[in-house]
């Protein structure tokens, strides 16, 4: 079994190297309204006299009910009345679908995996048939696997013995991508029963094939709780049931991480998509007039060495190319990045430069806040430095767009870190942050020397360090 600091840490590692995978069964997309595989047979069984309660094997259900019938019409107008209808929003699909993952594989009928990659402006290469695998989507961000079939073709789905049966004459590309991602990738099972006869004859072949040298993969269990009216021995039973599945599993590197309940799932998945944005920092910040301590070549040297040193620890930066340090903020990445070998600029810098002026029917005001809210979406940790402008009369005054920053920083969750020493919004931020310490415990120890320390080194040291102290890997 695994921990579930295990499974986020290693996760993250798996989506910040690109080798992250997930296998979503039928109990993701309950949380959208959709019915699993034992209510989607229920009234099927009841037509041929049987009680869906009292039988495990699902898919002897299926084609039952198919020879009695002589044809599978009913089925397939089942999986189009299912899975058609209109779906809520399912927020482990939303987090799952925002991440960087570029392979998903499903037995589910539904289309709620790509509907969400498309909602988060991801393209989705969609793979339901076996001829569709040679057929590649230009530009793609992640190809979705529907091993079992679609809704859209429910004549070709999946779901009676016939149809496992056939699978290896009818599907073999499948298991056999299928099997060359779960030998190379990490994945996560989500929603998943593991009693699908395809998923375990893929991993019975990779353990042969491997023996001891899989990879780790990672699921859930909900810890077995007595039900009212339960006997003990039954009880003790399904304890001792589940306890032989999860060992079973780890022969093939399966490891399974235990819930008190199935709505832990939320939280942990909230975990890895911040420890993977932890290792991207937004720097908002501006400085239009200069003074005797932060002189404009002090400026430049701790703005372009404070870039440096982060891309030289392997984090990304997301920047506004805000006035008066954008440019140091890109040569000290640049330097960093084109001195070091296997470094690249779309690694390491992501620059979003503001609009200028309005050109279209968007108000401008309307514009920047989206703009704002997309691009501290990126980071998971937001470092507040300086903060003066110049207004429409040319009078120094505080840089508002960064309070601005701060609270859809805040709102969002980040790590917030006020360089209260360079002045301006800066200080602003850090008195605003004092008032309310407690909510920001990860400054605990760091918050007199963020409004002491001035000297450049040692106050790019101070702000790595609380970068670091908050990384998951």
């Not at 009910?65 to 699909?93: C, H, K, M, P, S």
């Not at 190319?321 to 690694?347: C, P, Q």
């Not at 430095?385 to 920053?405: R, S, Y």
Request: proline residues 2%.
């Amino acid at each position: 079994m695994a921990s579930k600091q295990e499974l986020v840490r290693e996760f993250v590692r798996a989506v910040s190297e690109g080798y992250a995978a997930i296998f979503a069964g039928a109990g993701l997309s309950r949380g959208s309204g959709y019915i699993n595989w034992k209510e989607l047979v229920r009234p099927l069984a009841s037509e041929i006299g049987l009680n869906v309660d009292k039988e495990h094997d699902l898919i002897a259900i299926a084609q039952y009910y198919r020879n009695e019938r002589g044809t599978r019409y009913a089925i397939n107008q089942r999986i189009l009345n299912e899975f058609t209808r209109g779906a809520v929003d399912n927020e482990n699909i939303e987090i799952l679908t925002r991440l960087p993952i570029s392979t998903y594989w499903t037995t589910n009928y539904d289309e709620l995996l790509e509907e969400n990659l498309r909602r988060n402006n991801r393209k989705a290469d969609v793979k339901t048939t076996q001829e569709s695998l040679a057929n590649n989507i230009y530009d793609r961000d992640a190809v979705v696997y529907k091993m079992h079939g679609d809704v859209r073709s429910p004549e070709n789905a999946v779901l009676t013995k016939d149809d496992y049966e056939l699978y290896g004459n009818e599907r073999p590309l499948f298991r056999t991508a299928l099997q060359g991602d779960l030998i190379s990738k990490t994945f996560l099972f989500i929603g998943f029963s593991f009693e699908d006869p395809n998923l375990d004859y893929v991993l019975s072949q990779i353990r042969v094939l491997l023996g001891e040298s899989q990879r780790d993969h990672y699921c859930f269990f909900q810890k077995i709780s007595k039900q009212n009216g339960e006997s003990e021995a039954d009880y003790q039973y399904n304890l001792a049931r589940q306890d032989l599945r999860i060992k079973d599993l780890r022969r093939y590197g399966i490891q399974a991480v235990i819930l008190d309940s199935y709505d832990e799932i939320t939280e942990i998945l909230q975990d890895i998509e911040h420890g993977y944005l932890l290792k991207n920092i937004f720097i908002s910040g501006s400085i239009a007039e200069f003074g005797e301590e932060w002189t404009r070549e002090r400026v430049n040297f701790f703005t372009h060495n404070l870039a440096k040193k982060l891309v030289l620890e392997d984090y990304r930066i997301v920047s506004g190319f805000g006035f008066g340090i954008g440019s140091t903020i890109i040569n000290g990445a640049l330097e960093e990045i084109m001195r070091s070998k296997y470094k690249h600029v779309d690694e390491h810098l992501c620059l979003r430069p503001f609009p200028q002026y309005s050109s279209g029917e968007m108000p401008m005001n309307e514009l920047i806040k989206e703009y704002r809210v997309d691009m501290i979406q990126q980071a998971g940790i937001a470092v507040f430095i300086f903060g003066n402008k110049k207004d429409e009369n040319g009078d120094i005054t505080v840089a508002d767009g960064m309070i601005e920053e701060f609270k859809i920083a805040k709102k969002q969750g980040k790590i917030i870190i006020p360089v209260c020493s360079t002045g301006g919004a800066s200080a602003i931020i850090y008195n605003e942050v004092i008032k309310n310490s407690e909510q920001y415990p990860y400054l605990d120890g760091y918050l007199d020397k963020l409004a002491e320390v001035t000297e450049a080194d040692s106050l790019i040291d101070l702000i790595y360090s609380i970068i670091k102290n908050q990384q998951i890997i």
